[in-house]
């Protein structure tokens, strides 16, 4: 059995989770789901980060203590993933005693090994990103990503010595140049790496709410050194070797792009000084562009992904948000786009497939499915898709994976179309064209089922199967021709509805 392991970022608990967070967090959660479905062992992997300077600012302001309101907004992306049926192992919070448990001893084997040593650090400081700037990457004293004011900081901190990775990290990029993709970031990162690095200062002494450094109590360490650790302390870093083990050599991270520094660089650096290897994958996706009328007004941050589910359904608003924002370039996302899509590819490809099929087995065949046939013209371009698809899956690409299954379900629309069954008199024929066309459906719930888990399902029983998805061997279901017919098909509701 093979192991997986996928990350999502652990997200700023200061932020309300909106479709920015969805995005990564569903594609994290798609991948898991396929590789479960190959009979993987899974290891999904998201979170929280709870500490720094800004959400001590904010329980200030709220008259709270941090941790309790840590609690509270932590709670928040719990209940959006729970209702966007994202399926994780585990949940990890930066409070958490593991965690603050792997940090010292992570950064006690760094610090022994002398790549941790004390300094005077004097720069900016953007409250908002806690994150440092030179005067060169300002914008006249501002963030240059959140236009306030930085403020000038000077204190006697540990720095990291970053500078001593850059020969490692040039000779780890070159031997592994598929461990970032897509290669633009991959040669970004890179050739910052090659520009120079700085060492970096890793604790704050002018607040507490973070975690202590083990060998000075008077420092807390800085929110982005600290977080980063969460991937190891949550598969057992010095708690459980095993898994450990299992699970490490195979992680794939997956970040937006606006953190891949962090990742790119500081935290495979930061595996060597620790003296365990850099992550396998890391997957840097852009940005949600939002477009067209009804939500770019509030901006990406605004946008509830709660409410989207509301509106276009669960399997909906999963299968809108994989297929339409391929993962890797920046791309648009609009209501309008998602409605159109909603109305094409679901209620009148898929959902209309399945309707048509069950509405004839009813006229023509008495409600019981006839059997698939071993010959038909339907097999060739179904297991070319299959195959498509499943190397799409193989390359992260879940967007090219569902283009191929939908490329298929039109190409059995035409199928219905050129033959009309609901014209012919029950016999033979009908059974044949009915059985062909319940074999793809049957295919098409098991390829569809990471992205859509609830319709492939419903699927399923409707066209008269038990099939228990979580134990299946996919190789052997996928394969044409075993849809066996002589079970009763069910009449239902629209599988998707159309949005007005
Ligand atoms: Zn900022």
């Known amino acids: 059995m093979k192991s997986f392991c996928v990350t999502t970022p652990i997200y700023y608990v200061n932020d309300a989770p909106h479709v920015g967070h969805a995005y990564t967090t569903l594609h994290a959660d798609v991948?898991?789901?396929?590789?479960?479905?190959?009979?993987?062992?899974?290891f999904f992997l998201t979170g929280t980060d709870e500490h720094g300077l800004k959400i001590a600012e904010a329980a200030e302001k709220q008259g709270v203590d941090p941790q309790a309101l840590t609690d509270v907004t932590s709670q928040r992306f719990k209940d959006v993933w729970a209702k966007l049926l994202i399926q994780y192992d585990d949940f990890i919070r930066t409070t958490d005693e593991r965690h603050i448990k792997a940090v010292k001893a992570f950064t006690k084997k760094i610090y022994d090994s002398g790549y941790i040593v004390k300094d005077t650090w004097e720069g900016l400081y953007c409250i908002s990103c806690e994150s440092n700037y030179t005067e060169a990457e300002s914008e006249n004293g501002l963030c240059p990503i959140h236009k306030r004011k930085l403020e000038s900081v000077k204190e006697d901190n540990y720095f990291f010595k970053l500078s001593e990775f850059e020969d490692r990290l040039i000779k780890y990029y070159s031997e592994n140049p598929k461990w970032i993709e897509p290669e633009t970031k991959y040669n970004e990162a890179f050739s910052f790496i090659k520009s120079g690095l700085?060492?970096?200062?890793?604790?704050?002494?002018?607040?507490?709410?973070?975690?202590?450094?083990p060998w000075d109590e008077t420092q807390v360490f800085y929110v982005w050194f600290e977080a980063l650790i969460n991937y190891v302390t949550a598969l057992g870093y010095e708690s459980d070797s095993s898994r450990f083990s299992n699970f490490w050599p195979n992680t794939v991270h997956l970040i937006g792009k606006e953190i891949t520094r962090f990742h790119c660089v500081w935290w495979p650096a930061m595996c060597m000084a620790a003296g365990i290897d850099p992550p396998s994958k890391i997957l840097v996706h852009g940005w949600l562009l939002v477009k067209g009328e009804k939500m770019s007004k509030s901006g990406l941050n605004k946008i509830d992904p709660s409410e989207l589910v509301d509106e276009f359904g669960l399997d909906q608003f999963r299968y809108l948000l994989i297929k339409g924002s391929p993962f890797g370039p920046d791309s648009e996302f609009s209501y309008e786009e998602l409605k159109?899509?909603?109305?094409?590819?679901?209620?009148?490809?898929?959902?209309?497939?399945?309707?048509?099929?069950?509405?004839?087995?009813?006229?023509?065949?008495?409600?019981?499915?006839?059997?698939?046939?071993?010959?038909?013209?339907?097999?060739?371009?179904?297991?070319?898709?299959?195959?498509a698809a499943v190397l799409s899956w193989n390359n992260f690409a879940p967007a090219d994976a569902l283009e191929a299954v939908w490329n298929m379900i039109k190409r059995t629309n035409f199928y219905l179309e050129k033959y009309e069954p609901w014209k012919l008199e029950p016999g033979d024929r009908i059974n044949a064209i009915m059985g062909d066309s319940l074999e793809v459906l049957r295919i098409v719930s098991i390829l569809i089922s990471p992205v859509m888990p609830t319709a492939a399902c419903d699927m399923l029983r409707r066209i008269g199967l038990k099939i228990d998805l979580k134990n299946v061997d996919f190789n052997e279901e996928i394969r044409w021709g075993q849809y066996l017919g002589g079970v009763p098909v069910i009449k239902d509701v629209p599988l998707f509805a159309r949005i007005k």
């Not at 991948?31 to 899974?42: C, K, N, Q, S, T």
């Not at 200062?201 to 507490?208: A, E, V």
């Not at 309707?355 to 019981?368: E, T």
């Open 31 to 42: 991948f898991a789901r396929w590789h479960r479905l190959m009979g993987d062992e899974v």
């Open 198 to 213: 700085k060492d970096i200062s890793i604790t704050r002494s002018s607040f507490d709410w973070g975690i202590s450094v």
């Open 340 to 387: 159109r899509r909603n109305n094409s590819d679901l209620a009148n490809n898929l959902g209309n497939l399945l309707s048509r099929v069950v509405a004839v087995v009813h006229s023509k065949c008495d409600g019981i499915s006839p059997k698939c046939s071993s010959d038909s013209e339907l097999k060739q371009d179904v297991e070319d898709a299959v195959e």
